[in-house]
């Protein structure tokens, strides 16, 4: 094939073109410093720019959205810090103005600083962050707490403020006020004690809070034992059959008189128990205790020892010390006495007079030894608390020991005298531990306060804007239960029932945006002595204080200070979750920085050019160029043959 001038010129020309082209190009990338300025320069390359784009945009964003959580969580810290600050004052004020030392007057203007507290609590609830509401929940345009005359209302909603984070993670940036303000935090009543009184017909099933008494358990169930300690009997009482506390009571006092025991009876105490009405017989036995003696001044046994003389040649000592019991000192002034010379010393003994009321010595011999009982020092006074000093002519009859009464009551088996309240050792007359009756709804409101119910009167209960005053003191009022419904049919959004503890009333808060306040009307008690006194929540326990301060109702400001505590407490966790919040925007946002580095590195590594290696290619190109355009013009030289042709 013939190469013509005209083809070489075109494929001299092709290729100078592409060569300029490429240096075009790479002057293009020399000044912008990127490898890809058209999609075309790198087809695969552009994709991944792309995506790369993607993802540091969307981290922008992220890290716009934690900029704008992190503004709500400090400034709900800093609304937090003046809470705790105005509740810790609140405290202390409560604390000093519950004692005794202030007066009215100081009160009041106490209660006008605690006004000035609530005050603020209201402005700080409806505060806003960038023209927003930040406890409003989505009404971020209104306030969210109002102030009633004796409550708060919340006027916002429940809804979460939620910004993404992350891909796929949200978190919630905005508190509720009604979660902050009206929650409720204790349950008026909860741990309230009404004191159900325990009578004859109270069934053993509901004592000690519905547990019952131990009728069943052990070898002899139901089986407790009643010891004289003084006379030496013991009865043995079975109750397993018992149903009531009569039973109770009953079983006990027909066993006792069929042992012979005759100077103990039970009864039903004066609060919730059973007692024991003791009589002192006065009588001894051999088992009675030294201690006992004197009426409970006892005997002195330390060193303890005593003279029998006849005033010559006969000097006995007599050593009772150690000695706990009658039987004790018998025996060992029996034992003194036979092995002391003369051998008519064994003749002389001691024991119980005829009436048990004392001790007895008796010198048996045909002819009496003349014998005296005397102190061995002066300044031991044992033979006198034994109540046989004197002379044994030839009997000494001592006098009376009157020994207090000396009872003990153990169990058998099982747990019955413990549930009974009446388990151990007593000396007088006898009281019972507290049965501690379950509070059911059919116990009458008389059988209250340990049988000697309350005085009954108004009490009257806030909810936010709405009031009811409550009478009490209704005759139609007799059972637990119509005290529950009376309070139940009020109206207002509350539910009365028995404590988890059955023991007492509460009254539970069924709205959650309104406050809770329960108080006494005039100078009556009822509510603190029914426990159900205050309020539950952190804006009502400041408004129960004002009140209790106005009122100069010491006890009332007295019985708030566990319920400030609470509220401090529930501030401080409030806070604490809004530190955690920010804490994990923090490290979140650290997560973001390190993930936009890394995708700004890949984009660089996709996107940008090699400047080093560009200039080099950059001046190589162009000295091809140069050597192309010499060397066409060579190859290309134009003659007059070209001409012709």
């Given amino acids: ?205 509901a004592l000690q809070n519905g547990n019952g008494v131990d009728l069943t358990q052990g070898a002899t169930p139901g089986t407790i034992t009643l010891s004289d300690r003084n006379l030496g009997i013991t009865s043995t009482i079975d109750l397993s059959a018992a149903v009531t506390v009569d039973d109770v009571i009953n079983t006990i006092n027909a066993q006792l008189t069929a042992d012979g025991i005759t100077d103990v009876v039970a009864t039903m105490g004066q609060g919730n128990n059973i007692m024991f009405d003791t009589t002192a017989s006065g009588q001894i036995s051999n088992i009675t205790s030294l201690a006992v003696l004197n009426s409970g001044a006892g005997v002195d046994v330390e060193p303890g020892k005593i003279m029998v003389s006849d005033g010559g040649g006969i000097n006995v000592e007599v050593d009772l010390s150690g000695s706990a019991t009658i039987a004790d000192v018998i025996a060992k002034f029996n034992a003194a006495m036979a092995a002391a010379a003369p051998p008519q010393m064994a003749n002389v003994s001691i024991g119980l007079n005829a009436t048990n009321t004392g001790l007895e010595i008796t010198d048996a011999n045909g002819v009496p030894l003349n014998l005296t009982i005397s102190e061995f020092d002066t300044n031991e006074n044992t033979a006198a608390d034994l109540g046989i000093q004197g002379a044994i002519d030839p009997v000494l009859t001592g006098s009376d020991l009157m020994p207090t009464v000396s009872f003990e009551i153990a169990e058998t088996s099982g747990t019955t005298a413990a549930d009974l309240g009446v388990l151990g050792e007593f000396f007088a007359d006898f009281t019972g531990d507290d049965l501690d009756p379950q ?41 637990v239960q119509d005290l529950l419904d009376r309070i139940n049919n009020s109206g207002l959004d509350i539910t009365a029932s028995i404590n988890g503890d059955g023991r007492g009333i509460q009254i539970t808060n069924d709205d959650p945006t309104r406050s809770l306040i329960i108080e006494d009307v005039s100078d009556s008690r009822l509510t603190k002595e029914m426990g159900i006194y205050g309020s539950g929540d952190v804006i009502g326990t400041l408004m129960v204080l004002s009140n209790a301060l106005h009122d100069n109702d010491r006890e009332g400001v007295g019985d708030l200070l566990d319920n400030l505590d609470f509220s401090i407490s529930h501030l401080l966790n409030a806070r604490a979750k809004t530190g955690a919040r920010a804490m994990r925007l923090e490290m979140t946002a650290a997560r973001l920085r390190d993930s936009e580095l890394g995708y700004t590195n890949l984009l660089s590594n996709v996107e940008d050019a090699d400047i080093s290696k560009l200039i080099t290619d950059l001046a190589t190109l162009e000295n091809n160029y140069q ?18 042709k």
């Fill in 439 to 479: 509070l059911v709804a059919t116990t009458n409101l008389s059988d209250l306060n340990s049988g000697n119910g309350f005085s009954w009167g108004e009490i009257v209960i806030h909810q936010g804007d709405a009031t009811r005053t409550l009478d009490l003191s209704d005759p139609g009022l007799v059972t």
């Fill in 627 to 644: 050597a192309s355009l010499m060397a066409a013009a060579k190859i290309i030289q134009p003659s007059l043959l070209h001409f012709l």
């Fill in 1 to 205: 094939m013939r190469v013509s001038s005209s083809m070489m010129a075109d494929r001299v020309v092709f290729n100078m073109q592409r060569s300029l082209r490429r240096f075009f190009e790479m002057q293009t990338q020399m000044s912008t410093g990127r490898r890809i300025n058209k999609p075309s320069d790198d087809p695969l390359g552009t994709l991944r720019d792309l995506d790369y784009r993607k993802e540091l945009a969307g981290i922008a964003q992220y890290r716009s959205n934690i900029d704008a959580a992190t503004n709500w969580q400090g400034n709900y810290d800093s609304v937090f810090s003046d809470l705790g600050d105005m509740l810790s004052t609140a405290k202390e004020r409560a604390v000093s103005m519950a004692n005794d030392t202030y007066t009215a007057d100081e009160r009041e203007a106490v209660a006008i600083e605690i006004d000035d507290i609530i005050d603020r609590f209201f402005q700080i609830a409806n505060s806003d962050l960038g023209s927003k509401s930040i406890f409003a929940g989505y009404k971020t345009k209104s306030d969210a707490l109002t102030a009633t005359a004796n409550g708060a209302v919340y006027r916002g909603d429940f809804g979460r403020i939620e910004f993404e984070i992350e891909s796929s993670s949200r978190l919630q940036v905005n508190l509720i006020g009604a979660d902050v303000f009206l929650k409720e935090l204790m349950v008026l009543g909860a741990d309230a004690d009404l004191n159900a009184g325990v009578s004859g017909t109270t069934l053993l099933s």
